[in-house]
């Protein structure tokens, strides 16, 4: 199971697996128990049994548990979470007239905090009009684009991903529940096979550090198990909020593969499935990382 890359970055003895009925489950590295209550009223879901056959996890776990105290301690408290001033900024941009057609997010949506709940929780989702699997991101510039007749935004860009937190925060305590089966099962697929595939020079899969290693140490790093309930995250290393294909394209590029563009329907399909290894787990963003 192991190769001679992997024991290169980890410098680790063997990793030792087990079956539970069909499907094998990788030794855990368990997190320290905590609780993530936010603002001492909420508590999330940090830690689920996923449905079989989705993954090779036991438990999935909120990367929450795997961070320092003091982080945990950041995330828990919204006057503390840096990532929260940019939802508030998100508001601005939500009732702001822009486009040929005069036209707000509120002309159509009103306030997020009637329109948009459950709505992270449930994306990426199959989109009817679209044909396609879309993301939230996909959707706020379908609005944009053929709805107000303004500019679409950058998908990685702050007024995406501002907005998508603003979004997000209205599912926060909700669980996780992607639909992978239906018109999304074959992207659904696509992106589980990109999930376990190895790829780059150090011929590594997500699976071989998010699976097979979370808990571990790389570099100064615990990994966690690469989970995206907690998206958009706000990085302590760059001091803003960050998306998930950004996310991606960074772990991809640390295998020194090749990487994909972000909103590329690849990347689309690669969110559903790690998406769907999380259900279960209560969408908590945006969540505070290193
Ligand atoms: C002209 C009306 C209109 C405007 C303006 C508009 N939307 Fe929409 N939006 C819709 C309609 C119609 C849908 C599809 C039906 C639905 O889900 O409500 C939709 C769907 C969505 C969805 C998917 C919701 C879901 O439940 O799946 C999101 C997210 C969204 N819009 C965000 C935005 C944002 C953010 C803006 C502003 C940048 C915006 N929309 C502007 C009409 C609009
Ligand atoms: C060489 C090891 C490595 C590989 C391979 C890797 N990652 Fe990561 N990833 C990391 C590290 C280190 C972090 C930061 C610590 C953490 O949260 O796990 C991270 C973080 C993440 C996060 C953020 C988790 C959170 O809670 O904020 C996601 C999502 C993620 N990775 C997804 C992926 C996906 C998808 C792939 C495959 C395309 C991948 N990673 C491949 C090392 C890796």
Redesign the pocket.
Known sequence: MKNKSLNGVFGLVAVTTFAIGTVSVWAETAPKPAKLVVNDESEMVTEVKPAEGISHLATAYDGWRFRASETQAVQSDDFENPGMIFVEQALDN?NKVDGTEG???A???GAPEESMVG?RASYPKWDETMGKVAT?EM??NN??TT??GAEPWKYTGGEMTT?NAL?SVQSRGMPVNVAIDGPAQSAWEHGKEMYYTRTGELELSCASCHEQHYGDKIRAETLSQGQINGFPSYRLKNGKLNSIHARFKGCVRDTRAETYKPGSQDFVDLELYVASRGNGLSVSGPSVRN
């Open positions: 939500w036209k707000s997010c002309s159509c949506h709505v939230i959707e706020i609005c944009r709805r107000m907005m979004i």
